[in-house]
C-alpha cells in the first residue's frame, strides 16, 4: 500500500514539509531541518529580510543630528537643508505605487535588488559630495550634488521598504507568526533609525567629522545590498514549493487591479494616512517643542523625542505576536487612537512633564502599525501584494507630506507649536473615527481581519505551511 498522504495544503501538521505537484496535490516530504519548507528556514529568511531597509532608514535621518556642521561647512541655509528631507519624500507620493507594481510583476528578488542599488549608490553620492569640496567642488556645488544623491536613494527607498513588507508577507501569511515577523521587520528597520538620530551627531564627534556618518550610511546600505543578494539566494529555491513563480504575462493588470481591491483595504490606509500624520510630523517637530515649552537642551530633547521610535522599535514585535494569537485588529486600530488623542492634548494644554504622553504616544504607535500592516495580506491576493503596499504607502506619504507642511506652516504663522499639536489631534480623531467604520465593515464581511493568524488565509492564496 502507497504509504503517501494527500491533503490540502493548509490542513498540514506544524512543520511538515510540502512539496506541490504539478497535478495540485500536496505530498509529505521528508527533509532535513533546513529544506526550504522547514520553520528553521523561514525564520533565517526573515533574518535577512529585517536587513534590508536597516541601512536606508539610518541614512534617512543621519543628516538630522549634524545639521549644524553641515550647514557651516557648506554655507548654507536652514531652507536648504530641509530640502535634503523634502526631495526625498515628495517622489514617493507616486513612485512606491509603480514600485509596488514592478514587485508584483517582475518579483520581489529582482525588485528589490534594483531598489536597494538606488538606495546604495545615492547615499554614497551623498557621502562622496563633501569629500570632493575645495578641489573640484564649491560649497553650493557639493550641495546641489548632496541634493542629487537624496533624490536617488529617495527613489529606491520607499519602494524598497513596499518590497521587504511584501517579502514577510508572503513568507509568513498563513501562519501563526504573521503579524509578529512584520513587527519584527519594522524593528529591526526603526533601529537604523533610532541609532542615526541618537548616535549620528556622536560618531561625526569622535571621527573629528560630520562626514563619517554620512560614511556609516553607505556601509550600513552596503549590508543591506548585501542582505538583498542573500535573500535572492535564499528565495529562489523555496518558490516551486509555495506555487509563486512569477509569470509577468498574468500580472500586466495590476494597474487596473487596485479598482477591484476590498473596501476595507482603503479604508486601512486611509486609518493609516491619518494616524501617521498626527505621529510622524509631530516627532518632526517635537525636539523644537520640547526645547521651547520646556526648555530642555537640544541633547535632552532629542533623546525625549526618540521615546517614540524606540518604544515601537522594541514593542512592535511584541504587540504583533499578541494580536496574532489574539485578532481583533480593527478593535486595537481604536484602542491606539484612543490612547494617542490625551496624549497630544496633555502636551497642548498642559504642562506636565511630557515623558508620560510621549511614551503612551510610543505605545499607540506600535500598537496602531502593528494591527494596520498585517491586515492587508488578508484582504488582497498574493500576486498583488506589493501593489496593495505600494498604493497604501503612496497615501500615506502623500499625506505626511501635506500634513508636515501644514504643520509647519501653523507653527510659523502663529508661533505656536501647541496649535500645530491641536492639528495633530484632528488627525487623530479622523483615524479614530475611520477606525469604527473599519469595525462595521469588517463585522459586515465576515470579520476576516478578527481572526486570529493561524486561520488567516485568502481563498486565493499562494500556498504556505504552518509554523
Same mark, same amino acid.
Given at each position: $500500500? ?11 501538521? !506544524? ?5 506541490? =505537484? ?21 525564520? +533565517? ?71 536597494? &542599488?538606488? +538606495? ?23 550641495? *546641489? ?12 527607498? !520607499? ?37 542615526? #538620530? ?7 564627534? %569622535? $571621527? ?6 554620512? *560614511? %556609516? ?19 529562489? =529555491? ?19 487591479? #487596485? ?12 486609518? &493609516?494616512?491619518?494616524?501617521?500624520? /498626527? ?28 521615546? +517614540? ?7 512592535? =514585535? ?20 484612543? +490612547? ?28 496602531? =502599525?502593528?494591527?494596520? *500592516? ?33 504643520? /509647519? ?19 487623530? &480623531?479622523? @483615524? ?30 499562494? @500556498?504556505?505551511?504552518?509554523?
Amino acid at each position: $500500500m502507497d504509504n503517501t498522504e494527500t491533503r490540502p495544503l493548509l490542513q498540514q501538521p !506544524e512543520g511538515q514539509p510540502l512539496l506541490t =505537484p504539478v497535478g495540485g496535490e500536496v505530498v509529505h516530504e521528508h527533509r532535513g531541518i533546513f529544506h526550504p519548507t522547514s520553520v528553521l528556514y523561514r525564520y +533565517v529568511v526573515l533574518l535577512f529580510i529585517s536587513l534590508i531597509c536597516f541601512g536606508s532608514y539610518f541614512s534617512y535621518d543621519e543628516i538630522e543630528g549634524i545639521q549644524p556642521d553641515l550647514q557651516d561647512d557648506l554655507k548654507i541655509s536652514k531652507f536648504k537643508f530641509g530640502l535634503l528631507y523634502s526631495i526625498y519624500s515628495f517622489p514617493n507620493m507616486i513612485l512606491v505605487f509603480f514600485g509596488g507594481i514592478l514587485g508584483d510583476k517582475i518579483g520581489l528578488r529582482l525588485s528589490s535588488l534594483i531598489f536597494v &542599488c538606488f +538606495v546604495f549608490s545615492g547615499t554614497l553620492l551623498v557621502a562622496l559630495a563633501p569629500a570632493l569640496k575645495g578641489g573640484f567642488l564649491t560649497g553650493t556645488a557639493v550641495f *546641489w550634488l548632496m541634493f542629487v544623491g537624496r533624490l536617488i536613494f529617495g527613489m529606491g527607498s !520607499e519602494s524598497l521598504n513596499v518590497i521587504q513588507t511584501s517579502m514577510t508577507a508572503q513568507w509568513f501569511k498563513g501562519t501563526p507568526n504573521l503579524a509578529f515577523a512584520m513587527g519584527l521587520t519594522l524593528s529591526m528597520s526603526r533601529l537604523g533609525d533610532f541609532l542615526a #538620530v541618537a548616535l549620528g551627531a556622536t560618531i561625526a564627534d %569622535a $571621527m573629528g567629522s560630520y562626514k563619517a556618518t554620512l *560614511w %556609516a550610511g553607505t556601509l550600513l546600505c552596503g549590508i543591506s545590498l548585501i542582505s538583498t543578494v542573500v535573500y535572492g539566494l535564499l528565495d529562489k =529555491p523555496a518558490e516551486k514549493y509555495f506555487n509563486r513563480v512569477v509569470d509577468p504575462t498574468e500580472n500586466e493588470l495590476n494597474f487596473k487591479a #487596485v479598482r477591484y481591491f476590498d473596501i476595507r483595504f482603503w479604508l486601512v490606509s486611509f486609518v &493609516c494616512l491619518s494616524f501617521y500624520s /498626527g505621529v510622524l510630523p509631530f516627532v518632526a517637530i517635537s525636539s523644537a517643542f520640547l526645547h521651547d515649552k520646556y526648555h530642555y537642551s537640544t541633547t535632552t530633547a532629542g533623546w525625549i523625542s526618540s521615546v +517614540v521610535i524606540l518604544a515601537s522599535m522594541v514593542l512592535s =514585535p511584541v504587540l504583533g505576536k499578541f494580536l496574532d494569537k489574539f485578532g481583533h485588529r480593527p478593535y486595537f486600530v481604536v484602542l491606539g487612537s484612543l +490612547v494617542i488623542v490625551p496624549a497630544h492634548l496633555v502636551l497642548a494644554f498642559t504642562h506636565f512633564t511630557p515623558v508620560v504622553p510621549i511614551i503612551f504616544i510610543g505605545l499607540s504607535f506600535s500598537l496602531v =502599525p502593528s494591527a494596520l *500592516w498585517p491586515s492587508v495580506p488578508l484582504l488582497i491576493k498574493d500576486r498583488e501584494l506589493a501593489t496593495a503596499f505600494g498604493s497604501m504607502t503612496a497615501i500615506q506619504n502623500a499625506g505626511l507630506t501635506a500634513t508636515n507642511a501644514l504643520a /509647519g506652516l501653523i507653527a510659523s504663522t502663529y508661533n505656536s507649536y501647541e496649535l500645530s499639536i491641536l492639528f495633530f489631534v484632528g488627525m487623530d &480623531c479622523i @483615524g479614530l473615527i475611520l477606525g469604527i467604520v473599519l469595525i462595521l465593515v469588517d463585522a459586515s464581511r465576515g470579520k476576516t481581519l478578527c481572526s486570529v493568524s493561524h486561520h488567516d488565509h485568502h481563498p486565493e492564496s499562494d @500556498g504556505v505551511i504552518n509554523g
